[in-house]
């Protein structure tokens, strides 16, 4: 059996810019668990600094060709951007594709992309790309991104983006993880009527009309001014007067990308100006906390339904001589007393 790893030899090397070692890191923070809580509190103190980009969108809107191009742009400009491409888990095997990468690095080109594509020594000047999946939870991202995306900052990286799986409904969680939230939408998808169900027109920071070049593009901008004046009309804008700027772009060429890191770069000026990237950090940070006791409370639940006790109670349950009602009461005022293994 492999001895656990030096945790702060790991995070010092990948602070000094070693690729590998921050691979095994994020490897680490994926599988969760004491090592991952270590983590947490090495990168903590060296947190805080960069920008936080999530883009979302529909599924083939071009969120990942779009990303590549941006990667592209920022590496232009002497930024030292990283990626968290999150994908879905198979409700079955557990498994992902892990695949937004293969589009992303066609457009970036010779990035090299993870900790096994790497070289060994110092690297300050390339993206790190890294693939992450949701692991079922819901929103479309993982429980481990938080602490990713913390260990990214830390360690140099910025911007951070966070490109999620475009799963729909629940993409609002985007917010709760980034600064600036880009929702990306396409002609002839129904998107921006799409967006607005979603609840994507009130998160959105920054809007991207992709595939500009189509038919219907500038039908899809209207309906996203329209709808954005009608929510000026019902007292649903933002409370500072924001208004999300709405922008064309073509991702496989590259059009309209500068502008969009423009548009994000102007946010984030907002941000600072109004005090509200203090404001969503510290909701990050409690979304964090909720998510993380969640889990850890859903891991006592198992572990109190497979104890003596709770399998009693199930049984009764199961066989109708209580109601669930009444075992899941009295189960849970037992873990709240701490007998978790009776």
């Not at 790893?5 to 590998?20: I, S």
């Not at 809107?61 to 968290?84: D, H």
């Not at 924001?242 to 502008?259: C, D, F, K, Q």
């Given at each position: 059996?492999?001895?656990?790893?030096?945790?702060?030899?790991?995070?010092?090397?990948?602070?000094?810019?070693?690729?590998?070692?921050?691979?095994?890191?994020?490897?680490l923070v994926e599988r969760g668990g004491a090592e991952a809580e270590r983590i947490s509190e090495l990168a903590h103190p060296d947190s805080?600094?960069?920008?936080?980009?999530?883009?979302?969108?529909?599924?083939?809107?071009?969120?990942?060709?779009?990303?590549?191009?941006?990667?592209?742009?920022?590496?232009?400009?002497?930024?030292?951007?990283?990626?968290?491409?999150?994908?879905?888990?198979?409700?079955?095997?557990?498994?992902?594709?892990?695949?937004?990468?293969?589009?992303?690095?066609?457009v970036v080109g010779v990035v090299a992309t993870d900790a096994a594509a790497a070289a060994d020594g110092p690297d300050r000047t390339s993206?790190?790309?890294?693939?992450?999946?949701?692991?079922?939870?819901?929103?479309?991202?993982?429980?481990?991104?938080?602490?990713?995306?913390?260990?990214?900052?830390?360690?140099?990286?910025?911007?951070?983006?966070?490109?999620?799986?475009?799963?729909?409904?629940?993409?609002?969680?985007?917010?709760?993880?980034?600064?600036?939230?880009?929702?990306?939408?396409?002609?002839?998808?129904?998107?921006?009527?799409?967006?607005?169900?979603?609840?994507?027109?009130?998160?959105?920071?920054?809007?991207?009309?992709?595939?500009?070049?189509?038919?219907?593009?500038?039908?899809?901008?209207?309906?996203?001014?329209?709808?954005?004046?009608?929510?000026?009309?019902?007292?649903?804008?933002?409370?500072?007067?924001?208004?999300?700027?709405?922008?064309?772009?073509?991702?496989?060429?590259?059009?309209?990308?500068?502008?969009?890191?423009?548009?994000?770069?102007?946010?984030?000026?907002?941000?600072?100006?109004?005090?509200?990237?203090?404001?969503?950090?510290?909701?990050?940070?409690?979304?964090?906390?909720?998510?993380?006791?969640?889990?850890?409370?859903?891991?006592?639940?198992?572990?109190?339904?497979?104890?003596?006790?709770?399998?009693?109670?199930?049984?009764?349950?199961?066989?109708?001589?209580?109601?669930?009602?009444?075992?899941?009461?009295?189960?849970?005022?037992?873990?709240?007393?701490?007998?978790?293994?009776?």
């Open positions: 059996m492999a001895p656990p790893p030096n945790l702060v030899e790991l995070y010092d090397a990948a602070r000094g810019g070693h690729r590998r070692s921050l691979g095994r890191l994020l490897t805080g600094r960069a920008h936080i980009i999530g883009i979302t969108g529909a599924p083939g809107a071009g969120k990942s060709t779009l990303t590549g191009q941006l990667v592209a742009k920022l590496i232009e400009a002497g930024k030292r951007p990283a990626i968290l491409a999150v994908d879905p888990s198979s409700p079955l095997t557990g498994g992902a594709i892990l695949g937004d990468r293969i589009r992303m690095d066609d993206a790190f790309i890294r693939s992450m999946a949701t692991r079922g939870h819901s929103g479309g991202l993982a429980l481990a991104v938080p602490l990713a995306v913390r260990l990214f900052d830390a360690v140099g990286y910025d911007p951070v983006i966070i490109e999620t799986v475009g799963v729909g409904q629940v993409e609002v969680d985007v917010v709760g993880a980034a600064d600036t939230a880009i929702v990306v939408v396409t002609p002839g998808m129904g998107d921006a009527v799409q967006a607005n169900k979603a609840g994507l027109l009130e998160v959105a920071d920054v809007f991207v009309v992709n595939k500009a070049d189509r038919p219907g593009a500038n039908d899809v901008r209207r309906d996203l001014d329209l709808m954005l004046d009608l929510s000026h009309l019902t007292g649903q804008e933002a409370a500072d007067g924001y208004r999300p700027p709405i922008l064309m772009t073509s991702a496989l060429t590259g059009v309209g990308a500068p502008e969009v890191l423009e548009a994000a770069t102007a946010h984030l000026d907002h941000l600072d100006a109004s005090g509200q990237r203090t404001t969503r950090r510290r909701a990050r940070i409690r979304s964090e906390i909720q998510a993380r006791m969640e889990q850890k409370l859903a891991a006592l639940t198992e572990q109190m339904l497979a104890s003596t006790d709770g399998a009693e109670l199930l049984s009764k349950a199961e066989a109708g001589a209580i109601p669930p009602t009444e075992a899941s009461t009295a189960l849970l005022q037992r873990l709240l007393s701490g007998d978790h293994s009776a």
